[in-house]
């Protein structure tokens, strides 16, 4: 079987991530225009936010968590892979179609699990009717991830890295073609613009399935809809997803406690939902990334035995996680009103919004690198079929970031959900180090990357330092129309040309082994 390639498959994945993740840029950037933070925003956030929510237990946070270091072991082996992978799709297809309706039919608790601080207002009614059109979208963004995780053990990265671009582009097809065709104005164009988005989400969940099934079907695993089978392989599967389920979205079930405390605060929610495209743009590209090539390269270098590999696996893809999430969480914390200024700040998004939004990305700037190794640190026990310690360690982790986001609300208001997703963030990291102690050398840093982490911190504190006076000095271009795009590069261009030529000079990393690891 042919070996994963794990930087060439990082970099394939990280720039379709990128480019995803732009695209959701443009997509918050109009729904922010069109929409600002009103009620209509809110309540289409919240609705979204459930599929998206139940799609990391079932897909990438328990599912598929536990299915790919069994499907990649079976693939190692030259067992039955295709037939594991068919009894897997057909159950999770049944498990789902049952738990969409039960979701429709029950919208009206799930927004209450979501947003209480809605009941009474308008926006519980609009986002029970928002979710409701949406909610099917997590049988095909589920079912998709399935075949994701098909495609990428087998070590084919392209089809579904690409995949959520379609969203994206579906978001803003959807945004352009209402504001050519929707004759009204004020609320009731809202209105339509909501409506709008809430049906695009299932018809991009659809695309997304059809895009990586052909993808799938041409590797040589064409999987296809039937009746469900209980089989021993799959009860495992099941006792083994059961754990991951709260271990895979541990930062999902913390976003949900940050969105009940946001709730309570008007325009809360939509101020951390756009805090959080900012540093998911970081996390995705290089966090998300990584663990989705680490997994399935981690569970066959266990099948064959190689554990001086996926030692080595682990502390690169660890190094190179920080060397890139370390700067641009520096940035966040150093620059946040103008990057937030600059990208939303227009139509019904105002200088208020700003100011809220960007204290919430500099927080989340504080918790990145945390959610970034935790990618690393998981696959060391997912890729020993071992969810039972993440899950305690998870469990744990939930427990400290409701007291400090509902305990610190009443004094601090809507930041604390913010404080405690970060601070919750580090805990877990903690937690899962020392857990890790226990698998010997592979779960171990070795010494070349503790030489080169605290170079790496250095270069990003130097050019923090150096955005932060650039960025005073350039205040007045961010306030002028025609050159706010402009100022902004040229700020994010001397951020990056300062932490790569510093890192270079204080030995952080070599350039040139940017691109050797696109060969490895």
């Not at 699990?113 to 909610?135: H, N, P, Q």
């Not at 004759?183 to 969940?205: F, N, R």
């Amino acid at each position: 079987m042919k070996p994963i390639r794990l930087m060439a498959g990082f970099f394939t994945v990280g720039i379709w991530t990128l480019l995803s993740r732009v695209m959701g840029f443009v997509r918050d950037i109009m729904i922010a225009a069109y929409l600002g933070t009103g009620p209509v925003a809110e309540a289409f956030l919240v609705a979204f936010s459930l599929p998206n929510l139940f799609r990391r237990f079932f897909a990438e946070g328990a599912f598929n968590m536990a299915f790919v270091p069994m499907f990649s072991k079976k693939v190692e082996a030259g067992e039955d892979a295709h037939r594991f992978a068919q009894d897997a799709f057909v159950g999770l297809a049944g498990v789902l179609t049952v738990f969409t309706v039960i979701g429709v039919i029950f919208m009206p608790a799930l927004v209450t699990l979501m947003a209480s601080g809605f009941l009474g207002t308008e926006r519980f009614d609009l986002a029970v009717y928002y979710g409701r059109i949406a909610f099917p979208y997590i049988l095909f963004i589920s079912l998709t991830a399935l075949l994701s995780g098909v495609l990428n053990a087998t070590g084919r990265f392209t089809a579904a890295a690409g995949a959520p671009v379609l969203l994206n582009v579906i978001f803003v097809l959807a945004l352009i073609i209402m504001g050519m065709t929707c004759e009204c104005t004020g609320p009731d164009a809202q209105s339509m613009i909501g409506q709008a988005l809430a049906y695009a989400v299932p018809l991009a969940g659809i695309a997304q399935l059809a895009l990586v099934w052909v993808a799938a079907t041409r590797a040589g695993y064409s999987l296809r809809l039937g009746m469900p089978k209980i089989t021993p392989e799959l009860k495992r599967l099941a006792i083994i997803a059961a754990p991951a389920a709260l271990a895979g979205g541990v930062v999902q079930i913390n976003l949900l406690v940050g969105r009940q405390v946001a709730s309570f605060f008007e325009g809360a929610v939509a101020w951390l939902n756009y805090a959080d495209r900012l540093y998911q743009l970081p996390l995705g590209v290089v966090g998300i990334a990584i663990g989705v090539v680490l997994l399935p390269d981690l569970s066959r270098r266990l099948r064959a035995g190689d554990d001086a590999g996926g030692q080595d696996a682990f502390n690169r893809a660890s190094e190179i996680s920080l060397a890139l999430t370390i700067p641009a969480s520096v940035a966040l914390m150093a620059i946040p009103i103008p990057l937030v200024s600059v990208l939303f700040e227009r139509g019904a998004f105002t200088s208020d919004d700003t100011a809220a939004t960007a204290l919430a990305v500099a927080v989340y700037g504080l918790g990145l690198p945390a959610f970034v190794l935790q990618k690393t640190l998981q696959p060391l026990f997912f890729a020993r079929e071992d969810t039972k310690r993440p899950f305690y360690y998870a469990l744990a982790a939930m427990v400290l970031n409701a007291a400090l986001a509902i305990g610190l609300s009443p004094q601090i208001g809507f930041i604390a959900a913010a404080i405690g997703t970060s601070l919750t963030g580090w805990a877990m990291v903690i937690m899962l180090m020392r857990g890790a102690r226990t698998m010997g050398d592979a779960g171990k840093f070795d010494a070349r990357f503790k030489k080169r982490l605290g170079r790496i911190i250095l270069s990003a504190l130097a050019m923090g330092a150096i955005l932060f006076v650039s960025a005073a000095v350039m205040t007045p271009f961010f306030g002028i129309a025609t050159l706010r795009y402009l100022a902004l590069f040229v700020l994010v261009l001397i951020g990056v040309v300062s932490y790569f030529g510093i890192g270079h000079l204080l030995g952080a990393f070599k350039l040139s082994e940017f691109k050797r690891n696109l060969r490895r």
